[in-house]
């Protein structure tokens, strides 16, 4: 068992010793049963290869990964991204973090995962749609809106999602809208999808800015990540009247104590290719950004950014990830004793994931949403969430991220043994 995966099924481990001791001290609840088992350790690893034919002639032959974790409380959902430090053991850790999330957000989906070893960046278009239409030529048999719907990550976006339902569906010999989610709303997409992760994990923020007694006017917010969840949650929260210090992208980040302004930092960018240089900013590295002294830390990027050596460093007294494990295990236990507040990914983002859902709703139905109920209806799903979260932790005298984990046993566990596997 590798690091990423391990330090998956360490907190898992975790979390089962603290309610096993709570169910000790407090008279049994049932949540702790032989059936968990199951879930240390992935039902289904699928890895292949994909040859793809480059625009100058020559062949390529890249690796595809899919990993489908757990489908007991519905069929597997989870993302497919293009990046070039996808490997099995981060897709493991992926597909196990979206089984966490499917049920701590209470949807009747399964949690998975997929990707490819690629930089996506040094494809041409023509090149990338190939690549895609042969992951889904390789994983075909294994998809399907009733079985494994995957959806945009990192990297991948709506375009590439319509040219997997069309490579699926003209496999499959008829229109297949529901095999993903986070398509063009013209081919049956959902209205609010593409920026359903910055609204939700903004929806729980303001929940908890109210729980936690935050002020919103004397509130500096630091975004790490500016692609699309990072961005959006920026845009939301600079129009709630928050002051955004400080983001960052790929290439480096930028810091103005008075606040940015959010609209001509993306119009900056899409003319730069980067947020660096902004008039009027400081630059700054990614890094740097993570010790800056504000009160609100976004890191919408990748896994892994907070760890043990810099969690002396870091300022802020509320951690919102956006991003997927971007806090290590031991770094997240350090910032609690310090009395930081960490909103975890199975929480914070799964506004993605919620109205994904959504969307295969109205996919299978045939019936197509307004903005407003969609909103409504994610605004309403990610506040349950977040209060019994909350809650949970308050019982358990726990941190945010292990009550939401505990969350999720109690119903896979219920799901396991009532369904007798």
């Known amino acids: 068992m590798s690091n990423q995966f391990k330090e998956c099924i360490s907190q898992f481990n975790k979390t089962c010793d603290i309610i096993k001791a709570f169910e000790d001290k407090n008279g049994s609840r049932g949540i702790i049963n032989k059936e968990l ?3 240390k350790n992935p039902k289904r690893t699928i ?21 489908q974790y757990n489908d007991i409380r519905g069929p597997f959902k989870g993302g497919l ?13 992926l597909a196990f973090w979206m089984t966490i999330k499917c049920a701590v957000a209470d949807i009747p989906f399964g949690g998975s995962k997929g ?57 499959k010999g008829k229109n297949e809208p529901a095999v993903v989610t986070g398509k063009p709303v013209e081919i049956g997409g959902s209205l609010g ?21 935050i002020k919103k006017e004397k509130t500096a917010i630091a975004v790490q990540g500016f692609g699309n969840a990072g961005m959006n949650f920026a845009k939301l929260a600079d129009e709630a009247g928050y002051k955004i210090a400080a983001v960052s992208d790929s290439k480096g980040g930028i810091y ?17 290719g980067s947020v660096v240089d902004f008039s ?10 993570l010790t800056l002294p504000v009160d609100v830390l976004v890191p919408a990027a990748l896994e892994g950014i907070i760890t043990e050596k810099n969690t002396g460093k870091i300022k802020a007294g509320v951690i919102l990830e956006l991003a997927n494990g971007p ?54 799903q990610i506040n349950k969430a977040t209060d019994l979260v909350w809650e949970y932790m308050n019982t358990y005298n726990t941190n945010m991220r292990t009550a939401a984990y505990i969350i999720a046993i109690e119903k896979l566990s219920k799901a396991l043994k009532i369904r007798g596997v």
Do not use: C
């Open 37 to 39: 088992e199951i879930l």
């Open 47 to 67: 890895q292949f290869s994909i040859p793809v034919l480059m625009d100058d002639g020559s062949l390529k032959v890249f690796d595809g990964y899919r990993v």
């Open 81 to 93: 991204r293009y990046h070039p430090k996808v490997n099995l053991d981060e897709v493991k850790a």
């Open 115 to 171: 990707g490819i070893t690629v930089d996506a960046k040094k494809l041409s278009q023509p090149e990338l749609e190939r690549l895609t239409r042969g992951y889904v030529r390789a994983a075909a048999k294994f998809i399907g809106p009733d079985t494994d719907i995957p959806a945009p990550d990192v990297y991948t976006n709506p375009q590439i999602m319509a040219w997997f339902m069309d490579e699926y569906s003209r496999i």
């Open 193 to 213: 999808r593409g920026t359903a992760t910055a609204q939700g994990g903004f929806y729980v923020f303001e929940n908890l800015r109210k729980k936690l007694k």
């Open 256 to 272: 103005s104590p008075n606040g940015l302004n959010i609209n001509d930092v993306v119009k900056h960018k899409e003319n730069t």
């Open 280 to 289: 009027g900013a400081k630059n700054i590295t990614n890094e740097q950004l």
């Open 327 to 380: 806090t290590s295990m031991g770094a997240g236990e350090k910032l609690f004793k310090k009395g930081v507040t960490v909103v975890p990914d199975v929480l914070a983002n799964s506004g993605g994931v919620i109205v994904s859902y959504f969307e295969w709703v109205q996919n299978i139905g045939n019936y197509y949403w307004e903005l407003e109920k969609v909103e409504r209806n994610l605004h309403k």
